[in-house]
C-alpha cells in the first residue's frame, strides 16, 4: 500500500505565503515524478508544478505561479514541497500532491494521488 499524506494548507491573506508538503510513505521501490494539482470550485483539475527525480531534479511550473512558487523535494524523506509566496485570491484551491512511483508491481510505474489540502487566500 502507499499514501501520499500532504499538509500545510490553511487560510492565508493575499500577498500571504504558504508551504505545502507531501511525504509519501509504503511499499515503494523509486518514485519518478511528483508534483502538484490544483482545482478550484467549479473548475478542473489543473497542475501547479512537478519536479523529476535525477539530476537535482527538472521544474515544470503552470504559467499562472512562475516566479512565485517553488516546487522541491527530498529524495531521501519521499518528500515532496510546494513554497508559495505572494499569494493570490485565485490561488485558492484544494492542492493534491501527486507521485508517478514504482512499487515492483508488473505494469508500474503508476500514478498515486493525496487526499488534498485546501488552501484559501482571503483578506
Known amino acids: 500500500q502507499v499514501q501520499l499524506v500532504e499538509s500545510g494548507g490553511g487560510l492565508v491573506q493575499p500577498g500571504g505565503s504558504l508551504r505545502l508538503s507531501c511525504a509519501a510513505s509504503g511499499s515503494i521501490v523509486s518514485i519518478y515524478i511528483m508534483g502538484w494539482y490544483r482545482q478550484a470550485p467549479g473548475k478542473q483539475r489543473e497542475l501547479v508544478a512537478i519536479i523529476t527525480s535525477g539530476g537535482g531534479g527538472s521544474t515544470t511550473y503552470a504559467d499562472s505561479v512562475k516566479g512565485r512558487f517553488t516546487i522541491s523535494r527530498d529524495n531521501a524523506k519521499n518528500t515532496v514541497y510546494l513554497q508559495m509566496n505572494s499569494l493570490k485570491p485565485e490561488d485558492t484551491a484544494v492542492y493534491y500532491c501527486?507521485?508517478?512511483?514504482?512499487?515492483?508491481?508488473?505494469?508500474?510505474?503508476?500514478?498515486?494521488w493525496g487526499q488534498g489540502t485546501q488552501v484559501t487566500v482571503s483578506s
Open positions: 501527486n507521485a508517478d512511483l514504482w512499487t515492483g508491481e508488473a505494469g508500474g510505474p503508476y500514478d498515486y
